[in-house]
């Protein structure tokens, strides 16, 4: 069975950094991950994607610059490295996967779902 589990959240000061890091299982080809992150009271909103095979990387606005999308050689971790945080970055952000191409950031491209791990800034 596909299994996404996240990891690293946590509470920080603005300004400062974490890594999240989503391990992923039972894939059995190559496929588009990204995270997503959901405020309270908020729609789930696209961060960063990309396709495991390589390409395109994809960031949303608010976040380039500021964000860093990767994976490891196994292709079998997906990290998000966030630095220069701001209180509002403070979500529950969620790694997604879905077996397309395109790294979209868009909520309906994905199937597969973590249950999410919270960032809190302030």
């Known amino acids: 069975d596909v299994q996404l589990v996240e990891s690293g959240g946590g509470s920080v000061q603005a300004g400062g950094s974490l890594r999240l890091s989503c391990a992923a299982s039972?894939?059995?080809?190559?496929?588009?991950m990204a995270w997503f992150r959901q405020a309270p009271g908020k729609e789930r909103e696209g961060v960063a994607a990309?396709?495991?095979?390589?390409?395109?990387?994809n960031y949303a606005d608010s976040v380039k610059d500021r964000y860093t999308i990767s994976q490891d050689n196994t292709k079998s971790t997906l990290y998000l490295q966030m630095n220069s945080l701001k209180p509002e970055d403070t979500a529950m952000y969620y790694c997604?996967?879905?077996?397309?191409?395109?790294?979209?950031?868009?909520?309906?491209?994905?199937?597969?779902w973590g249950q999410g791990t919270q960032v809190t800034v302030s």
């Open positions: 039972g894939f059995s080809s190559n496929r588009r």
């Open positions: 997604a996967a879905d077996y397309y191409l395109l790294p979209t950031l868009k909520v309906e491209d994905f199937r597969y």
């Open positions: 990309l396709y495991t095979g390589g390409g395109v990387i």
